[in-house]
């Protein structure tokens, strides 16, 4: 064998270990892009919420991540209180959202609600309600933020959904009595606004009744000295005319 040159059947055994060693290669790759996502996962489960969101960001930037990491990871960050990152990590999952669309959209609009933007809230559980007319969780949570807003009218219209898809829900005892609450205080409301439309009218009525009344009495006493001053001047021209012929 001359040197620097390797025989041909030594080359012919060699090549199923290099295909074997790139197999394993690309196997090691796949593991680790797998390890990400299931030590994440893991890491989420066990509400290690710190760990998990370092794993589950390197596991979504992987070629394929399944939309359902980066609800993970935005859940994740909401469990640290990182609002706007729990956000972006959502509206990443819903461009290539298919299965849980309006999962996303209900987190964001979650999102948003606990930091008190409430109508931007509203936004989001309006969409995630178009794309499942069904989802009662969120017919709940619109009702909430609709409660924020003073939308007493649209929040009972929610609640009422939401008891109407989830009948046996474990708020829905706590919930009814709200509900008759805000029916009680939008009677007593309409009652109240009643009491003073009619208070308001009286007091037209009345304001009417006496600015006609003083306009009618300076018509009188203007006509009564226009009289008076009209028989004082045939008087005086009269008292005129005797005082000339003598």
Same mark, same amino acid.
């Not at 074997?20 to 919420?49: D, H, P, Y």
């Not at 948003?112 to 949570?141: M, P, T, V």
């Given at each position: 064998?001359?040197?620097?040159?390797?025989?041909?059947?030594?080359?012919?055994?060699?090549?199923?270990?290099?295909?074997?060693?790139?197999?394993?290669?690309?196997?090691?790759?796949?593991?680790?892009?797998?390890?990400?996502?299931?030590?994440?996962?893991?890491?989420?489960?066990?509400?290690?919420?710190?760990?998990?969101?370092?794993?589950?960001?390197?596991?979504?930037?992987?070629?394929?991540?399944?939309?359902?990491?980066?609800?993970?990871?935005?859940?994740?960050?909401?469990?640290?209180?990182?609002?706007?990152?729990?956000?972006?990590?959502?509206?990443?999952?819903?461009?290539?959202?298919?299965?849980?669309?309006?999962?996303?959209?209900?987190?964001?609009?979650?999102?948003?609600?606990?930091?008190?933007?409430?109508?931007?809230?509203?936004?989001?559980?309006?969409?995630?309600?178009?794309?499942?007319?069904?989802?009662?969780? /969120?017919?709940?949570?619109?009702? =909430?933020?609709?409660?924020?807003?003073? *939308?007493?009218? #649209?929040?009972?219209? @929610?609640? $009422? +959904?939401?008891?109407?898809?989830?009948?046996?829900?474990?708020?829905?005892?706590?919930?009814?009595?709200?509900?008759?609450?805000?029916?009680?205080?939008?009677?007593?409301?309409?009652?109240?606004?009643?009491?003073?439309?009619?208070?308001?009218?009286?007091?037209?009525?009345?304001?009417?009744?006496?600015?006609?009344?003083?306009?009618?009495?300076?018509?009188? /006493?203007?006509?009564?000295?226009? =009289?008076?001053?009209?028989?004082?001047? *045939?008087?005086? #021209?009269?008292?005129? @005319?005797? $005082? +000339?012929?003598?």
């Amino acid at each position: 064998m001359r040197s620097g040159h390797m025989p041909r059947r030594y080359l012919v055994r060699m090549l199923p270990i290099l295909c074997f060693v790139s197999a394993g290669m690309f196997c090691l790759q796949v593991v680790e892009a797998t390890e990400f996502s299931e030590r994440g996962i893991k890491l989420f489960m066990e509400n290690k919420a710190q760990e998990a969101v370092a794993v589950l960001e390197m596991a979504s930037k992987e070629p394929g991540a399944d939309e359902k990491l980066f609800l993970y990871l935005g859940i994740a960050y909401q469990q640290l209180g990182k609002w706007d990152e729990a956000v972006a990590a959502f509206r990443k999952g819903l461009v290539k959202a298919s299965t849980y669309k309006h999962q996303f959209l209900f987190n964001i609009a979650n999102s948003f609600y606990a930091q008190g933007r409430n109508a931007f809230a509203l936004e989001y559980y309006d969409q995630a309600l178009i794309e499942r007319s069904d989802y009662a969780q /969120a017919y709940l949570n619109r009702a =909430n933020a609709k409660m924020r807003l003073s *939308d007493h009218g #649209g929040a009972v219209a @929610d609640y $009422s +959904l939401y008891l109407s898809l989830d009948p046996g829900a474990s708020q829905a005892a706590e919930i009814r009595r709200l509900m008759d609450l805000l029916g009680t205080k939008a009677t007593e409301a309409d009652r109240l606004k009643a009491e003073a439309e009619a208070r308001k009218l009286a007091e037209t009525q009345a304001k009417q009744a006496l600015l006609d009344e003083v306009t009618r009495s300076l018509l009188e /006493a203007a006509e009564s000295t226009t =009289n008076l001053s009209a028989g004082s001047g *045939d008087v005086q #021209g009269y008292d005129s @005319d005797l $005082s +000339l012929d003598d």
